[in-house]
């Protein structure tokens, strides 16, 4: 009867053992995250015009609120990093977050300037959830005050075209906010799980909104 030869189960155990080896290091690359793909950055591009209008010379700052991860799931950092909103409800809260940057003084990530043409950029930035706030502009007579919104970056290259308010020089805008203060203590767990304030012109409704915990009982009518 034949036997195996003994250079052949040699080969067959070398084999082996360079398998478990190179799936030893892969595993070992996986979870160092040495093969990671590099994070990927992001670029805005703005394109400021009102109607026929090109907005030149208009001043934008950016912060971030949040950091986006590769499942879309948000982390707030800083200032805002005790905010419990889910990203559908930022958009919502707008004036909380710019209240937040009034009131801690924040530095804006990047801040950028439209050319003659209207248009600027900001790029390298991580992806994230970031609040875009633009100053009154005055062009011709007229002064622009462009509308402060949430923005995702989520993909390579986002482009943004501004709404704003347009008001000849000398007119002003107001701001009204409403506040649910709750004089109930030991009673918190009675309270409603939402209400509805309304705001009215000549005794007509012209604009509701509905307060609740995921607002801070508050909201601000702009413009």
Not at 4 to 15: E, R
Not at 29 to 36: F, Q
Not at 136 to 146: F, L
Not at 148 to 170: A, D, H, I
Request: with cysteine.
């Amino acid at each position: 009867m034949g036997g195996i030869p003994v250079q052949s189960l040699a080969f067959k155990h070398l084999n082996k053992l360079l398998c478990l080896l190179l799936c030893a290091v892969l595993l070992g690359l996986l979870c160092t995250g040495v093969s990671a793909l590099p994070e990927e950055r992001c670029q805005v591009l703005i394109d400021y015009r009102h109607e026929n209008v090109t907005v030149s010379d208009a001043s934008f700052k950016i912060y971030r609120i949040a950091d986006l991860n590769s499942r879309q799931e948000l982390s707030y950092v800083g200032a805002f990093s005790n905010l419990r909103f889910e990203a559908d409800a930022l958009a919502d809260a707008v004036e909380e977050l710019y209240t937040r940057v009034e009131k801690q003084n924040l530095v804006p990530e990047r801040t950028f300037v439209t050319d003659a043409e209207g248009k600027a950029s900001v790029s390298d930035l991580a992806p994230g959830a970031f609040l875009l706030v633009g100053e009154p502009t005055t062009v011709d007579g007229y002064v622009y005050y462009v509308d402060k919104q949430v923005v995702f970056l989520n993909e390579s290259v986002l482009m943004l075209n501004p709404k704003s308010t347009r008001l000849p020089v000398g007119v002003k805008l107001i701001s009204i906010k409403t506040v649910k203060f709750w004089d109930d203590k030991g009673h918190e767990n009675k309270r409603p799980r939402q209400i509805t304030v309304r705001l009215l012109k000549d005794g007509k409704t012209v604009s509701s909104v509905v307060l609740s915990e995921a607002n801070n009982w508050s909201h601000t009518w702009n413009d």
